[in-house]
């Protein structure tokens, strides 16, 4: 079997341990499953929280719980609340998170996101 193939199972976040990230200010906690060009994340901001880089990933990231806003380097932002998702390919739009009163996230991310030149 190809090791990109992920044979059916079940994620018991309670038993996926969580590592602390610091932000320019507040924390942020992930539980971390990862498989061959695969990451998928459970994760939390404190109430503070804005994350310390720019980040340039790809990322399909959804809303659990609370809200926070995500804001591109030309400073366009935009903010998501429970039940709302975003989109974005690897390179194309260079963001960061804050939240002001805390947020749970569910971050996919992997190779499918990366950017493709135009054939």
């Not at 079997?1 to 994620?11: A, C, H, S």
């Not at 695969?38 to 503070?48: D, F, N, P």
């Not at 995500?70 to 366009?76: A, N, P």
């Not at 194309?92 to 190779?111: A, C, F, P, W, Y």
Request: overall charge negative; glycine content about 8%; proline content about 2%.
């Amino acid at each position: 079997m190809n090791k990109r193939n992920i044979p059916f199972q079940t994620i018991n976040w309670a038993k996926i341990p969580k590592t602390e990230h610091k932000g320019d200010s507040g924390t942020a906690f992930w539980q971390t499953v990862q498989f061959e060009g695969l990451r998928i994340r459970l994760v939390e901001y404190s109430k503070g929280y804005l994350a310390d880089h720019w980040c340039k990933k790809g990322h399909i990231v959804h809303c659990l719980d609370g809200d926070f806003t995500s804001e591109l380097i030309d400073g366009e932002k935009s903010v998501l609340t429970k039940g709302m998702t975003y989109v974005v390919t690897d390179e194309l739009s260079s963001h960061r998170s804050s939240t002001e009163n805390g947020v749970k996230l569910l971050i996919i991310d992997g190779d499918f996101l990366k950017f493709a030149e135009n054939e």
